[in-house]
């Protein structure tokens, strides 16, 4: 039974590391005329309530989208995303945050294509009507890890696999890394993009060791370490000590943008812009 719901998590630390990630690599596909597929393989809604019951529980967006809301000198690289966040609120009180398919949907011209892949029910009937008449999207119910050999190569064979699990299941720390591989075997030309929680347990030293040596690709990581005495970093009551992301393929030029970009949203997250660690753990092509 699924039983995470991201509306706890909405507009939070990890969004945006992760959103920030995913917005800097779509600035490198719409360079080109020439059109691109985005893969979203753990979807969840298009948007998310701020005002409502579970946001207001935990409050994270306050630790999150909420820091670097009000700021003015926000880096080029982030314009669309925070375009985005300005469309659902256009009022200086946050209200509403965009989930990953609503951050996708603002970079697609006429000729690109949204595949969107969530299992929670209720969560992907809410997908299907945000979605309303837009032919670009698709939307699939089905397990990720399955969905994620099932649906690659897409049609368009120039994108991005966006991959944001709950990790609910502890194997998908180790499962995840061999579909990537899998993946990437039917479809190289693909960017892989995988979000994983640093918590206690450690769990996704194994991610990072299995992705290493299972997936033939560059790989590229992205981390910031969170404050120690942060209070609203949890997930199911643990705290997260930081958010995490796997670039796979990453398109020439992006880490330089990642380590600016990524030195940044730290620094307004933490007030360190140290915080942030990026290294290669894989340069073999
Ligand atoms: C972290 S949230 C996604 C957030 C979203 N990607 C964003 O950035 O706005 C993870 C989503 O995966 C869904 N989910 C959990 N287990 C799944 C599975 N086995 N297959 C597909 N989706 C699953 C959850 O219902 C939840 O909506």
Redesign the pocket.
Known sequence: M?S???TY??GGPA?VH??SALCILLEHFVIKAKPFSIL??????GR?KLTGEHAQKTKEYECGIGRLWPLQNRPPALQRYFDAVHYLNQNDTLVAY????E?ARTFMREQDQLIL????TP?YRALRTWREADNRISIHK????E?LLGLVPPRIRRGVV?I???Y??KTEYTELPKRIAKAVKKWPQGTYIL?YPMLSENRHDALIETSVHTVDAKIFKSEIILPNQAPHYAIKERRLLGTGLLIFNPPWKFNIQMIDVGRWVSKMLTGHNDRHKTSWLSTKS
Do not use: C, M
Not at 117 to 120: A, D, Q, R, S
């Open positions: 699924l995470y719901q991201h998590h909405a969004d992760k959103h979203d393989i753990y979807a969840g809604k998310y965009p989930g990953s398919p951050i892949n969530e299992l929670h969560t089905r397990d990720g890890l969905a966006f944001d699990p709950s609910e299941v979000w």
